[in-house]
């Protein structure tokens, strides 16, 4: 075996809230310049029944935060979806970065055969620790960091693909 | 240690693949119910200087096909990105899928270690076979299949975020 559970979540999920942040300091940025007022970028959807881009932000931070809770049986900070402002979406980023940091790579060790069962609604399907990280909670953790990308890029936005996979 | 490189790369890739293969099914069934052609639904962008749908599949097939060639050494096959309709744009996928099922665990065995360098203009990093995994190659494929997604929704295709965590 190559990996451990502690390299293919901690580290990643640390990078990619890293890269969240830089977009959103962007996006208020290209806002101030332009003189769109920020709770309109921050309102704006990709379609009428998808989420804002300032939920985006607020569900990649938690499908970081309870995939290493999840994993790890440490017990996550609850954030309440109340931020409105950049500031607020940036502070919600830092403190789940500073739980993410705060699980050790020990405490992940052996999750990839642990038992993982998610409960939203009618789906409420059972993992192991492995098929929960590779299959549920990466793909969803990028999902929602893209999504804020390409609703930054849809506004305007100067960022670019290097902007997405980040400082190397 | 608790992942080998296989488990981190060909099922994920195979797996979102499918992911894109159903989204984009959906995507024409909705274009034939509504009457939009299909070549309009294929080159809609979320921005003038993004890519436009059919390159996001294209893109997101090669980003599985480089990472398992890079990491294995096994050569893979060339397509010439001359897809335009959603037929091609399929068997493309398929393609993509068949030639990532045909390189063996064996051959991604200690890829973790492998040196692997990108050419793309001004942007050479080297990275380790784990880096470039964790940190180019698997954002970069999440990316270009949730941007599909993302234009796919956009242009009113009915689809849901289980469709793109797939059937579990």
Do not use: C, W
């Not at 969240?20 to 990709?46: C, F, I, N, P």
């Not at 994993?71 to 403190?95: H, I, M, W, Y």
């Not at 050790?104 to 399907?125: C, D």
């Amino acid at each position: 075996m190559a990996l451990s559970m502690y390299q293919v979540t901690t580290p990643v999920f640390v990078r990619g809230l890293g890269v969240l942040a830089t977009l959103l300091a962007k996006g208020q940025a290209h806002a101030d310049a332009t003189g769109v007022a920020h709770e309109t970028m921050l309102a704006k959807r990709l379609a009428p029944d998808m989420l804002p881009l300032s939920r985006q932000v607020q569900i990649a931070a938690d499908a970081a935060k309870f995939a290493v809770a999840r994993l790890s049986g440490v017990d996550a900070p609850k954030f309440a979806d109340t931020e409105t402002t950049f500031a607020q979406l940036q502070e919600r980023l830092a403190n789940t970065v500073a739980y993410l940091e705060s699980v050790t790579a020990a405490q992940l060790e052996g999750s990839e055969t642990r038992s993982v069962t998610l409960s939203a609604g009618e789906f409420n399907p059972t993992f192991t620790g492995e098929g929960y990280l590779l299959q549920f909670a990466l793909p969803n953790f990028y999902f929602h960091i893209t999504t804020a990308y390409d609703l930054l890029r849809h506004q305007g936005v100067q960022i670019g693909k290097l902007d997405f996979l980040g400082p190397m």
